[in-house]
């Protein structure tokens, strides 16, 4: 089992920043990728961000494309995610997930751990 607690989230205006901690313990040996998802209200869970473990290979949405950065030390099994130039449209509560295989940012539900959660909100 893996277990994940989030932290960071908060309430900023847009253009600001934020940056979002994921401590990562349990079975953290067998964990392969790591990923930051958002679901804001009435919407799907989309995926944001994913870095892989073993050589830092990282994706993007889109929409956070040079505006989010995430990174992981295997050191503190810490997983961040950066987060410039905030737009309303970022407002969110934001999950880390993290999985033993290679699942894609485009599928929350191949991912089996999941951390709480922490919010994010942005106002114009």
């Known amino acids: 089992q893996v277990q994940l607690v989030e932290s960071g989230g908060g309430s900023v205006q847009a253009g600001g920043a934020l940056r979002l901690s994921c401590v990562v313990s349990?079975?953290?040996?067998?964990?392969?990728?790591l990923a930051w998802f958002r679901q804001a209200p009435e919407s799907e869970r989309e995926g944001v961000a994913r870095?892989?473990?073993?050589?830092?290979?990282?994706r993007y949405a889109d929409s956070v494309k040079g505006r989010f950065f995430i990174s992981h030390d295997n050191t503190k099994n810490m997983l961040t995610l950066q987060m410039n130039s905030l737009k309303p449209e970022d407002t969110a509560m934001y999950y880390c997930?993290?999985?033993?295989?290679?699942?894609?940012?485009?599928?929350?539900?191949?991912?089996?751990?999941w951390g709480q959660g922490t919010q994010v909100t942005v106002s114009s």
């Open positions: 349990g079975d953290t040996g067998r964990v392969n990728f």
């Open positions: 870095i892989s473990v073993f050589n830092d290979n990282t």
């Open positions: 997930a993290a999985d033993h295989f290679f699942p894609g940012l485009d599928d929350p539900g191949s991912w089996d751990y």
